[in-house]
């Protein structure tokens, strides 16, 4: 299962192109009034950070976004986090989905989005066109898989991922050879003949390094490289998607090699999976180190002042930059940037994603005289299993809490999802209210 060795590939040789994500409905209320890839991650970063900064880190500097739904706050995060000197040639750029006088209609999916902006692609010099997802978290230097691209002489060529069986139905599965070509490709898998079928077999564990009586699968990961000319070709129809159509019928056709990734990976599709991902982030030893300087995560520099704490107990936890937090408990949780969390409160298994701006004391007394609570957290409040979006006022004496709850729920002024309660972006809860 080795590639024969080649001369190492230039790395500015290689386009990226991010994909900006539908509308993300799985993630709402999170996406109501933003894309997918600008939803708030670990306190300060945007889940868009995560593909840009592996891709900053293996040495690609020349990315484009393509968006389309309520792509402001991310076009607004893109400007204000990367820039890129003039003489590197480096660029993050973004594409938004737009009509034209021969195409009136929005991306139909991921081909079709790279389809319809085959004329900016085209102005670069490129051999290889990476394509990536703007939603998904994991740390992978990309040049390794650009390496073994080229050596493997593969026309396509997609990162994999060993799963267990519970998961193996939720994915794309692959089947390779013993040069990890892949020759068939079923997306979720149910029946279980199939799903054994699929099995990575016992021979090929000891090469990677399997537990041999593990049942493992190799699942997509959602990351392609495509030589320039493969790419042309393969788009050369009205398909629109890569995973449920370009990619099925180019592995009976083309030469379609698999690259194995076997680190933390996580599709952040789901509230639930968004919740555990950021939460894994306050252990001692969490699944994604952003502690990891050798590949470090960026995004947008804000200048904030450091966080004070002022006699408050704080356990596993995560402060971001410019946080009040006065004499209150918290414990397993998020804290982002400007929030305020008052005295006498209890944060337990939560996220609060901040604030955007602090307010003034003028701006505090003229809401207290329309009887709304300031930003942040109140005073003797209680919040578990929750998620507070930004800009939201949570009054004093309030307790925000799924239990007793239906796992989904939607009312005037919260939403539960996957047993997990959202207060959503610029949302109020008046004093004394209990979900």
């Known amino acids: 299962m080795s590639a024969t060795k080649s001369k190492p590939v230039n790395i500015s040789k290689v386009l990226s192109i991010i994909m900006g994500g539908g509308q993300g409905t799985r993630l709402f209320p999170l996406t109501r009034?933003?894309?997918?890839?600008?939803?708030?991650l670990a306190g300060k970063y945007r889940l868009v950070d995560i593909p840009i900064s592996n891709c900053i880190n293996s040495g690609m500097r020349r990315i484009y976004l393509l968006t389309q739904f309520n792509s402001a706050s991310l076009h607004r995060h893109i400007s204000q986090s990367y820039k890129f000197d003039h003489f590197s040639g480096g660029f993050v750029e973004i594409l938004a989905a737009e009509q034209s006088f021969k195409d009136t209609s929005?991306?139909?999916?991921?081909a079709d989005a790279v389809r319809k902006n085959l004329v900016h692609f085209l102005n670069h010099d490129f051999e290889y066109a990476l394509i990536l997802s703007g939603d998904q978290l994991y740390r992978m230097d990309f040049s390794k898989m650009v390496q073994q691209h080229a050596a493997s002489r593969a026309h396509l060529t997609i990162a994999t991922l060993p799963v267990p069986r519970d998961q193996a139905g939720a994915l794309g599965i692959m089947q390779i050879d013993k040069e990890s070509r892949i020759t068939r490709f079923?997306?979720?898998?149910?029946?279980?003949?199939?799903l054994a079928s699929l099995r990575i077999p016992q021979d090929f564990k000891a090469d990677l390094d399997l537990e041999p009586d593990s049942e493992q699968y190799l699942a997509s990961m959602g990351i392609y490289i495509f030589n320039r000319d493969i790419l042309l070709q393969l788009l050369d129809n009205d398909k629109p998607d890569f995973g449920k159509n370009?990619?099925?019928?180019?592995?009976?056709?083309?030469?379609?090699?698999?690259?194995i990734y076997q680190g933390y990976w996580e599709d952040i599709g789901t509230i639930r999976s968004y919740f555990?991902?950021?939460?894994?982030?306050?252990?001692?030893?969490?699944?994604?180190?952003?502690?990891?300087m050798q590949a470090p995560i960026f995004t947008r520099?804000?200048?904030?002042?450091?966080?004070?704490?002022?006699?408050?107990?704080i356990d596993h936890a995560i402060i971001a930059d410019g946080c009040i937090i006065n004499h209150c408990h918290i414990e397993h949780s998020i804290v982002g940037v400007r929030c305020i969390v008052d005295t006498g409160s209890h944060i337990h298994r939560s996220i609060l994603m901040g604030g955007d701006y602090f307010e003034s004391q003028a701006m505090i007394k003229t809401n207290e005289d329309q009887g709304r609570?300031?930003?942040?957290?109140?005073?003797?409040?209680?919040?578990?299993?929750?998620?507070?979006?930004?800009?939201?006022?949570?009054?004093?004496?309030?307790?925000?809490?799924?239990?007793?709850k239906p796992e989904n729920l939607d009312h005037e002024l919260y939403y539960i999802r996957d047993g997990i309660v959202i207060i959503p972006k610029n949302g109020v809860v008046p004093h004394g209210t209990i979900i």
């Open 373 to 404: 609570p300031k930003i942040g957290i109140g005073k003797n409040t209680r919040i578990e299993n929750a998620i507070i979006d930004k800009n939201a006022r949570i009054g004093d004496n309030c307790v925000i809490s799924p239990q007793g």
């Open 106 to 110: 929005w991306y139909q999916g991921t």
């Open 276 to 292: 555990e991902a950021n939460l894994n982030c306050t252990t001692e030893l969490p699944a994604f180190d952003f502690f990891d």
């Open 301 to 313: 520099p804000r200048f904030l002042p450091g966080s004070k704490i002022n006699g408050a107990e």
């Open 246 to 259: 370009i990619i099925p019928e180019a592995i009976q056709s083309h030469r379609v090699v698999s690259y």
């Open 186 to 194: 079923v997306e979720k898998p149910t029946d279980p003949d199939v």
């Open 33 to 40: 009034e933003r894309s997918k890839p600008a939803v708030p």
